[in-house]
T-cell receptor, first 116, second 113 residues
């Protein structure tokens, strides 16, 4: 149980284009989903928290107009990196919480983004 | 300000021996702690958690100990296996971070034959 998928697993795009990453909870309903990014040899940095049907809450320093988050259903959240630039290249990971396992978050496999 | 600290960036242990990973935190409002394991280019995998009302939780080869007075927790893996080679992250939530996880920097564990 508690499986979270992400798509795509990796993406290469040109600078200036937008990239959409999907996060799905496969066997549970995720009341809350989280988006993280991880740079090489660093810890996971929380970008934003999204609750189904409401606007995402962004962490300090994260541009909400650049990283658009939509959590339209209890099993799907999307992160769109708009007008991507090389400095946005990173490993993006989503997680989901089902509301019955306390604060435990279950993570997706991550999406590696390379912006040329 | 890093509220969860893993001061050992790496740990090497022989197969079959015990691996002990340490984690310190500064926020006394944290009341839930978790350990995750992560392989390169993959998402973290949940291992074990502990609530602040307990001081020990055990699941198979994994045991987490919590010392609230010292604001310290540790993960014991016994016996260590080659497949345990990964980066281990400590995480905490509670207080101002209720609903979110604060992660430590991670400890790279290498299990040698």
């Amino acid at each position: 149980g508690a499986v979270v998928s992400q798509h795509p697993s990796w993406v290469i795009c040109k600078s200036g284009t937008s990239v959409k990453i999907e996060c799905r909870s496969l066997d549970f309903q995720a009341t809350t989903m989280f988006w993280y990014r991880q740079f090489p040899k660093q810890s996971l940095m929380l970008m934003a928290t999204s609750n189904e049907g409401s606007k995402a809450t962004y962490e300090q320093g994260v541009e909400k107009d650049k990283f658009l988050i939509n959590h339209a259903s209890l099993t799907l959240s999307t992160l769109t990196v708009t007008s991507a630039h090389p400095e946005d290249s990173s490993f993006y990971i989503c997680s989901a919480r089902d509301g019955t396992s306390g604060e435990t978050q279950y993570f997706g496999p991550g999406t590696r983004l390379l912006v040329l | 300000d890093q509220q969860v600290k893993q001061n050992s960036p790496s740990l090497s242990v022989q197969e079959g021996r015990i691996s002990i990973l340490n984690c310190d935190y500064t926020n006394s409002m944290f009341d839930y702690f978790l350990w995750y394991k992560k392989y390169p280019a993959e998402g973290p995998t949940f291992l074990i958690s502990i609530s602040s009302i307990k001081d020990k939780n055990e699941d198979g080869r994994f045991t987490v100990f919590l010392n609230k007075s010292a604001k310290h927790l540790s993960l014991h893996i016994v016996p260590s296996q080659p497949g345990d080679s990964a980066v281990y992250f400590c995480a905490a939530s509670g207080g101002d971070s209720w609903g979110k996880l604060q992660f430590g920097a991670g400890t790279q564990v290498v299990v040698t034959p």
